[in-house]
């Protein structure tokens, strides 16, 4: 593993993002209701805006391909830390507009870095019995960012190393 960091950072990253990456999706409810008071249609709202942030993600996914492909897993990274911040900053924003706004464009992060949630899902559920949802929400965001900090500093690592020696049989 230690000659090969970029599958280290890639199993790191599959291993320690799902514990917050999900969290949002059982957050939005409690923003909806409890934190900004807009009940089901504040749901639709923040339901909304990671739809559309997903659709936007996939056609600029679509269209930076060529940098898709030559950039590859520092592209990645970088998205996943851009989707952790702002995740991390909509659980503190101040309005519904504000956080749809943070979330559509954390999704639209989450598309071109391709993330995917669902095991964090039961993590954030379990969480919100004993602790506040913007806490929660606020530790998730600041979790995607480091994790995929790490990552994107593993693969800068990688590129920057020369390749290991070839250990084959005299």
Excluded at 119 to 126: D, H, P, Q, R
Aim: aromatic share 6%; glycine share 16%.
């Amino acid at each position: 593993m230690r000659e090969r960091p970029t599958l280290l950072g890639a199993l790191t990253l599959c291993a320690l993002w799902p514990v917050a990456g999900g969290a949002l999706s059982v957050l939005l409810t409690v923003y909806a209701f409890q934190t900004f008071g807009a009940g089901q249609v504040g749901v639709g709202v923040l339901y909304g805006s990671l739809g559309t942030g997903y659709v936007i993600g996939g056609l600029l996914a679509r269209t930076g391909t060529a940098a898709a492909a030559s950039h590859g897993p520092r592209l990645a990274a970088g998205c996943y830390v851009a989707e952790g911040a702002l995740y991390a900053l909509a659980s503190q924003a101040p309005g519904l507009g504000a956080a749809g706004t943070l979330l559509a464009t954390g999704s639209a992060c989450a598309a071109v870095g391709n993330a995917g949630q669902i095991l964090s899902m039961l993590a954030a559920g379990a969480a919100l019995s004993v602790v506040d949802a913007r806490l929660c929400g606020l530790v998730a965001g600041v979790f995607l960012t480091v994790t995929s900090l790490l990552v994107l500093l593993g693969t800068r690592a990688t590129a920057a190393a020369p390749p290991p020696e070839h250990r084959g049989a005299d």
